[in-house]
T-cell receptor, first 112, second 113 residues
């Protein structure tokens, strides 16, 4: 049973566009929601994360929007660049439990 | 500071053979995790060590998988005997504590033919 559902599976945007990746979860016990970025041949690396007590978090060109009532969160990449081309994974973690549940990943391509 | 290292980076074996994957976490990280990603699907939790103890192994698919963490340092994941459905990328990750940043290795691409 997949605990975190991510969409779309793949996404192609032009340079400067704003790709949006969406995730939804069921378990209300989740209290930490990170996004990971993975380049080919590398492991996933933490990009940005949010806790459910805020509705938005911004770090540079990356923004997480969080909707607690809808149990959804999304990643927005402003002014996307070809170097942002990677696979992005959303994830969720439970309070007092140190394992992470991941989405299926979104393969983003930013065309020059 | 060295990151999480995994060995080998690729392994191709035949069905029925045994394979052992190794993970060296970041020094000082008590928490070590194994994950697996089957092609195109989610990164799936396998198990979690705190030091040398298995904290949670609820994600281990079956008893063909055996994970150990000797002395709370490096960890191994053995698959014996390997089946076709075991193919995928096996990631190891480590962290210092709960909700702390998770550092991933580059993964081991396992292909069972």
């Amino acid at each position: 049973q997949q605990q975190v559902k991510q969409s779309p599976q793949s996404l192609i945007v032009q340079k400067g566009g704003i790709p949006i990746i969406n995730c939804a979860y069921e378990n209300t016990a989740f209290d930490y929601f990170p996004w990971y970025q993975q380049f080919p041949g590398k492991g996933p690396a933490l990009l940005i994360a949010i806790r459910p007590d805020v509705s938005e978090k911004k770090e540079g060109r990356f923004t997480i929007s969080f909707n607690k009532s809808a149990k959804q969160f999304s990643l927005h990449i402003m002014d996307s660049q070809p170097g942002d081309s990677a696979t992005y994974f959303c994830a969720a973690e439970r309070k007092n439990n140190n394992d992470m549940r991941f989405g299926a990943g979104t393969r983003l391509t930013v065309k020059p | 500071e060295a990151g999480v290292t995994q060995f080998p980076s690729h392994s191709v074996i035949e069905k029925g053979q045994t394979v052992t994957l190794r993970c060296d976490p970041i020094s000082g990280h008590d928490n070590l995790y194994w994950y697996r990603r089957v092609m195109g699907k989610e990164i799936k939790f396998l198990l979690h060590f705190v030091k040398e103890s298995k904290q949670d192994e609820s994600g281990m698919p079956n008893n063909r998988f055996l994970a150990e963490r000797t002395g709370g340092t490096y960890s191994t994941l053995k698959v014996q005997p390997a089946e076709l459905e075991d193919s995928g990328v096996y990631f190891c990750a480590s962290s210092q504590g709960v909700h702390e940043k998770l550092f991933f290795g580059s993964g081991t691409q396992l292909s069972v033919l």
